[in-house]
């Protein structure tokens, strides 16, 4: 079958996509990768065919004009912390207006749409698989008559938080007009002949990557997958140091690919972790760039700082991982069993820290209680407490007794078979 993946220009969200783009392709289908033209190196890169659509949607400049408002809107602990129910409807209200009109209708700019739309028409896919922003795939499987489905890389927060404002809108009364993302999307549709319905956003089914015991479950049909790490366009070799045990424990301290590839500093973290192993008997490697390793000429002997080095390598050799909270940092310590310190501080990443906490595997330190002392605090009790390493095994398990990419392309072709050439509805 053909199969069109689509994810809008940022390399953190398509990633997830790739070990499942090539289970498809091994198993014979042919596979097209949609994007602005910003992510074509990038999909190349993984060795996939892409499809550069529309104009790019200048993610850093959106964030530079609204990300104040969006990160201050959505620092709300009920939001974050997942007690949705919680939340006023004000809350809901706003947060289905603030994302449709500053954030999902600049990433699904209409040149994007229009452009996969057309080619979605031409190339006939009978599967879309869309990132689960990127309602762009959704309104041209819509168009083509294709089925389609989310791809799911973190918990499912903005579902919960739409499914919640539609029910509390229907008790009130409210109608299309009053739903933000509804109206952008019915608009959409209407300029390629079809019609909206909630389908659009939430997919026929979605692939959800997440471990049960964090997964949001939104009573919708879930296709579950292993995640399966995959290290993006760095150089993934293991280096000669990696190939022995290590002679003391050894802790990992990253950011992450996507934090360091936006510009955004972490030495501030690093100091804190640097001082917070002084005197402990342990090798901590730190992933920094060339630039910041300026910054600590005189490092203590215990302390290997690298470039980079592949995280499905190293995390398995470690006893605890200190992050910023990314999703797939997160996901990669959870696929290696590792406890895990997770600095969390918007959106998804603080429900995945959080949830970490609640189920023993590893801590959450918030922005504000970040600092060499609670550092070394949380890292004696992961090294210390038997119950982290147990529960972070347990994780691993959960993670594990998923179906594996390869396993899922099945239940993809029944689900397609099912859902493909279904008649496409027209706007009236």
Partial sequence: MRVLMTSFAEESHFSGSVPLAWA??????????????ALTDTIVGAGLTA????????LHTVFGAVGAEL??????????????????FSFLKGHDTIMASLFYSWINNDSMVDELVDFARSWRPDLVIWEPFTFAGAVAARASGAAHARLLSFPDLFGSTRRLFLEQSAARGFGQYDDTLGEWLAWTLARHGCAFDEEIVTGQWSIDQMPPSVRLSLAQPLV??????????VPTV???????????????????????GAGSPHTALVEDVFEAVRGLDVEVVATLTPGEREQFPDTAENIRIVDHVPLDVLLPTCSAVVHHGGAGTWATATVAGVPQISLGRIWDSVYRSRRLQEIGAGLHLPPGGVSARSIRGGLLRLLDEPGFARRAGLLKE?????????????VLERLTGRHHGRPVAVAS
């Avoid at 014979?28 to 033209?37: F, M, N, T, W």
């Avoid at 990160?71 to 006023?88: I, N, T």
């Avoid at 959960?398 to 099945?410: D, G």
């Fill in 238 to 260: 293991v280096p000669h140091w990696l190939r022995a045990e290590p002679d003391r424990t050894r802790i990992c301290v990253t950011s992450g690919m996507t934090a360091r």
């Fill in 398 to 410: 959960e993670v594990r007794s998923a179906p594996s990419p390869n396993e899922v392309v099945e």
């Fill in 71 to 88: 990160m201050a809107f959505h620092g709300e602990p009920d939001y974050l912390e997942k007690r949705h129910e919680q939340l006023p």
């Fill in 51 to 58: 499809v550069p659509v529309g104009d790019d949607p200048a």
């Fill in 24 to 37: 498809l392709r091994t198993a014979g289908h042919d596979v097209r990768v949609a994007s602005q033209p």
């Fill in 224 to 233: 579950p997958m292993r995640y399966v790490p995959y290290n993006g366009q």
